[in-house]
C-alpha cells in the first residue's frame, strides 16, 4: 500500500512539473454592484450569488476577499436617480467616487479597478448620449463626458479606469485627459473587443442598465466579424490602452487567441454574467459536476491565452485553490 501511495504521489508531482497552463487567484478581479442608499445587500434573481449592495455592505465584501486572497475588484455604480445624460456619473459625490474613497479608507491595499460608462445612470440605458436623429449614441458628445468621469474616478483615487462603452477615440479621449490633470501613471483596461452578445442579460439585472428601446449594435462589436475584432482591439492599443479586453470570454475564445498572437500588451476576459449562470442553473439542475467544469473552463481562459480574469466565480475559485493546496 505504502508503495503504491508512492507512485501515486510521483505521478501526480510529474504531471505538476509538465503543467503548461496554471491558474492563480492572483490572475482574478471580482465584480462588485454598488447601489446607492442604507441596508441595502439584493440578490440578484438571474445570478444566484451575487448581490446588489450599498457602500457598507461593500466593505464587508471586501474583508472576505481580502481573506480568500483576492486582492483586484471592479466596480459598477447604481444610482438612484438617472436622467438623459447620466449625471449621476459626473458628480464628484457620486455613488463610485463615495465607495472607492471608503474602500480606500478602510482596505488601502485593495486595488480598484472602476468601469466608465453610463448604462447604468442614464434612464434609456444607452451607453451615453442619445443622437435622437439616429435613434443611437452621439459617440462624439459622449466622448466629452466620458472623460470627465475617468477624472472624477482618478481624484477619488481609482487605480485603473476601464472604458467600456466602446465608443471610437474613447481610449485616446481618456488617456490625454488623466494625463492633462496629472494622472500620467493611471492604466487604462479597454473594454477593447466587446462584442453585442446575448450573454449579458443578468448583468442587466445587476447593474439596472438594459436599453429603454433598440439594442447597442450600432457601438459594440459584430459577432460574426473575427477580423474587425482583432483590429478594435489594436486600435486601442495604438490609442494608449495599457490592458486589452475581450468580452463575453467562453464563446470568443478564438478571438482570445488571435489577440494575444497579435499584441504583447496583457490581455484580459470578462466571464460574464450569462456564462456565470449557465453554470449554477446547470448545478442546480445537478447536471454537471459544478467544481470541475468551473476550473476547466477558467484554465480554457488562460490556455487561450488570457492574462487576467474577470469573474463572478472568483470567491470560489479561490476557496477551490485553498482546498486544493492543503490536500
Same mark, same amino acid.
Given at each position: 500500500?505504502?508503495?503504491?501511495?508512492?507512485?501515486?504521489?510521483?505521478?501526480?508531482?510529474?504531471?505538476?512539473?509538465?503543467?503548461?497552463?496554471?491558474?492563480?487567484?492572483? =490572475?482574478?478581479?471580482?465584480? /462588485?454592484? %454598488?447601489?446607492?442608499? $442604507?441596508? +441595502?445587500?439584493?440578490?440578484? #434573481?438571474?445570478?444566484?450569488? &451575487?448581490?446588489?449592495?450599498?457602500?457598507?455592505?461593500?466593505?464587508?465584501?471586501?474583508?472576505?476577499?481580502?481573506?480568500?486572497?483576492?486582492?483586484?475588484?471592479?466596480?459598477?455604480?447604481?444610482?438612484?436617480?438617472?436622467?438623459?445624460?447620466?449625471?449621476?456619473?459626473?458628480?464628484?459625490?457620486?455613488?463610485?467616487?463615495?465607495?472607492?474613497?471608503?474602500?480606500?479608507?478602510?482596505?488601502?491595499?485593495?486595488?480598484?479597478?472602476?468601469?466608465?460608462?453610463?448604462?447604468?445612470?442614464?434612464?434609456?440605458?444607452?451607453?451615453?448620449?442619445?443622437?435622437?436623429?439616429?435613434?443611437?449614441? =452621439?459617440?462624439?458628445?459622449? /466622448?466629452? %463626458?466620458?472623460?470627465? $468621469?475617468? +477624472?472624477?474616478?482618478?481624484? #477619488?483615487?481609482?487605480?485603473? &479606469?476601464?472604458?467600456?462603452?466602446?465608443?471610437?477615440?474613447?481610449?485616446?479621449?481618456?488617456?490625454?485627459?488623466?494625463?492633462?490633470?496629472?494622472?500620467?501613471?493611471?492604466?487604462?483596461?479597454?473594454?477593447?473587443?466587446?462584442?453585442?452578445?446575448?450573454?449579458?442579460?443578468?448583468?442587466?439585472?445587476?447593474?439596472?442598465?438594459?436599453?429603454?428601446?433598440?439594442?447597442?449594435?450600432?457601438?459594440?462589436?459584430?459577432?460574426?466579424?473575427?477580423?474587425?475584432?482583432?483590429?478594435?482591439?489594436?486600435?486601442?492599443?495604438?490609442?494608449?490602452?495599457?490592458?486589452?479586453?475581450?468580452?463575453?470570454?467562453?464563446?470568443?475564445?478564438?478571438?482570445?487567441?488571435?489577440?494575444?498572437?497579435?499584441?504583447?500588451?496583457?490581455?484580459?476576459?470578462?466571464?460574464?454574467?450569462?456564462?456565470?449562470?449557465?453554470?449554477?442553473?446547470?448545478?442546480?439542475?445537478?447536471?454537471?459536476?459544478?467544481?470541475?467544469?468551473?476550473?476547466?473552463?477558467?484554465?480554457?481562459?488562460?490556455?487561450?491565452?488570457?492574462?487576467?480574469?474577470?469573474?463572478?466565480?472568483?470567491?470560489?475559485?479561490?476557496?477551490?485553490?485553498?482546498?486544493?493546496?492543503?490536500?
Amino acid at each position: 500500500m505504502f508503495k503504491r501511495f508512492r507512485r501515486v504521489r510521483a505521478n501526480q508531482a510529474i504531471r505538476e512539473l509538465v503543467e503548461e497552463t496554471r491558474v492563480d487567484i492572483k =490572475d482574478f478581479i471580482y465584480p /462588485l454592484f %454598488i447601489k446607492e442608499g $442604507q441596508g +441595502i445587500k439584493k440578490e440578484i #434573481a438571474s445570478m444566484p450569488g &451575487i448581490f446588489q449592495m450599498n457602500i457598507d455592505d461593500a466593505l464587508n465584501e471586501c474583508k472576505e476577499l481580502t481573506e480568500l486572497g483576492i486582492d483586484k475588484i471592479l466596480l459598477f455604480g447604481i444610482p438612484d436617480v438617472k436622467d438623459s445624460v447620466g449625471s449621476g456619473a459626473l458628480c464628484e459625490h457620486g455613488i463610485i467616487a463615495e465607495a472607492i474613497r471608503k474602500i480606500k479608507e478602510t482596505y488601502p491595499n485593495i486595488y480598484i479597478i472602476t468601469d466608465l460608462c453610463f448604462c447604468e445612470y442614464t434612464d434609456h440605458g444607452h451607453c451615453g448620449i442619445l443622437d435622437l436623429e439616429c435613434n443611437s449614441v =452621439d459617440n462624439d458628445a459622449t /466622448l466629452e %463626458i466620458t472623460a470627465r $468621469q475617468a +477624472i472624477i474616478h482618478a481624484e #477619488a483615487g481609482a487605480d485603473m &479606469i476601464a472604458p467600456s462603452g466602446m465608443m471610437d477615440g474613447m481610449v485616446e479621449t481618456i488617456r490625454s485627459a488623466l494625463d492633462s490633470e496629472g494622472f500620467i501613471n493611471l492604466p487604462i483596461m479597454s473594454y477593447s473587443t466587446k462584442f453585442a452578445s446575448a450573454y449579458y442579460g443578468p448583468f442587466r439585472d445587476a447593474a439596472e442598465s438594459a436599453p429603454s428601446f433598440g439594442d447597442r449594435k450600432s457601438y459594440q462589436m459584430n459577432p460574426a466579424n473575427r477580423c474587425e475584432a482583432i483590429a478594435e482591439s489594436l486600435e486601442d492599443e495604438a490609442q494608449g490602452a495599457d490592458i486589452l479586453m475581450v468580452k463575453p470570454a467562453l464563446a470568443y475564445l478564438d478571438i482570445v487567441r488571435d489577440i494575444r498572437e497579435a499584441t504583447y500588451l496583457p490581455l484580459c476576459i470578462y466571464n460574464v454574467s450569462g456564462e456565470y449562470s449557465m453554470l449554477k442553473l446547470a448545478a442546480s439542475a445537478g447536471v454537471i459536476d459544478y467544481d470541475k467544469i468551473l476550473m476547466e473552463t477558467m484554465l480554457s481562459f488562460k490556455r487561450a491565452g488570457a492574462d487576467m480574469i474577470i469573474s463572478y466565480h472568483a470567491k470560489e475559485v479561490a476557496r477551490l485553490l485553498q482546498k486544493r493546496k492543503s490536500l
